[in-house]
């Protein structure tokens, strides 16, 4: 375990450290430049800084996009470039435990520091003025309004991201996204765009925050009984994952466990941590409208 850990370290380090006159010695795992990784991280956050500061120019420092949004979705940026680009996404193809990591750092780090972050109009600040003012009327057209409101509503947004969870895990799929770089965009895409739309319905519409405690909830438990599965299977799940396991000092199914064991444990914590803080906000929300609403009445 302690080897494995270490080893996850060491991921973060490029791999010339670890090489010599040509030698690999099994640790070091270069960075991933891939155009439709990379092109997407790099649009993203120069839309956004050009939009912020455009509108800091105009409104003044602060106004627009507050300090402490912007400082959110650069935090959640970063978690998304270090889930994608770093080693980590290298070694997460080889080793089916840094596949998890890699995979909960998008849910349950990225996506709920960049929804509550709000980026989109910030982004549309950084585009040409007609691009932006025909995005916008897009934005608020009849087919688009109903159709965003149906899929943040949060019963609907929390069963999407829930599948999205399991279908991946099926063998089959699981193997496919190994196999084929099309098919593993579109696992990592669809796990980071319905955890953003999961953790905006909960964080940033309108409603009931103890609807919101209760799925976060749900989602604790569901995720955590797939975790608790891979922990106790006694079955390889994942085969074409195992490729090199044992160069960890581990055999296939202790890395599919300790897979298991990250999704059950540390990952599932972000979830119950997140409704609790909810539930403090709408327990202090109620005895607030409560103590308003006796002084209403003793006013009369």
Do not use: K
Not at 69 to 81: K, S, V
Not at 127 to 144: H, K, N, V, Y
Not at 257 to 284: E, F, S
């Amino acid at each position: 375990m302690m080897r494995l850990g270490l080893a996850i370290l060491f991921t973060f380090v490029p791999a010339v450290a670890f090489a010599h006159a040509g030698h690999d010695h099994g640790v070091g795992y270069p960075w991933t430049w891939d155009w439709w990784i990379t092109g997407p991280l790099l649009l993203t956050v120069l839309l956004y800084a050009g939009g912020v500061l455009r509108l800091w120019c105009r409104a003044g420092s602060g106004r627009g996009v507050g300090c402490g949004r912007a400082a959110m979705f650069l935090t959640g940026w970063l978690a998304l470039a270090a889930a994608l680009v770093t080693p980590l996404h290298t070694l997460g193809e080889r080793l089916f435990t840094a596949h998890m990591i890699e995979h909960e750092v998008l849910m349950v780090v990225a996506a709920p520091l960049l929804a509550p972050s709000r980026p989109v109009g910030a982004m549309l600040w950084g585009l040409p003025q007609g691009w932006r003012r025909a995005l916008g009327a897009a934005a608020g057209s009849r087919p688009w309004r109903p159709f965003w409101r149906a899929i943040t509503d949060p019963l609907v947004a929390t069963v999407l991201h829930g599948v999205a969870i399991w279908a991946w895990h099926v063998p089959a799929l699981f193997a496919a996204a190994l196999a084929d770089d099309s098919m593993h965009a579109l696992q990592h895409a669809s796990f980071l765009f319905t955890a953003l739309l999961f953790w905006w319905s909960l964080l940033c519409r309108r409603g009931s925050r103890g609807v919101a405690v209760g799925h976060l909830f749900v989602t604790a438990l569901h995720t955590g009984l797939l975790g608790a599965l891979l922990v106790f299977s006694t079955r390889l799940w994942f085969p074409g994952q195992a490729g090199e396991a044992a160069r960890w000092g581990l055999t296939a199914l202790e890395d599919q466990q300790l897979a298991g064991l990250v999704m059950w444990i540390p990952a599932c914590l972000a979830y119950p941590a997140a409704g609790l803080a909810l539930a403090g906000l709408w327990i202090a929300g109620a005895g607030r409208r409560t103590r308003e609403g006796r002084h209403a009445v003793g006013a009369r």
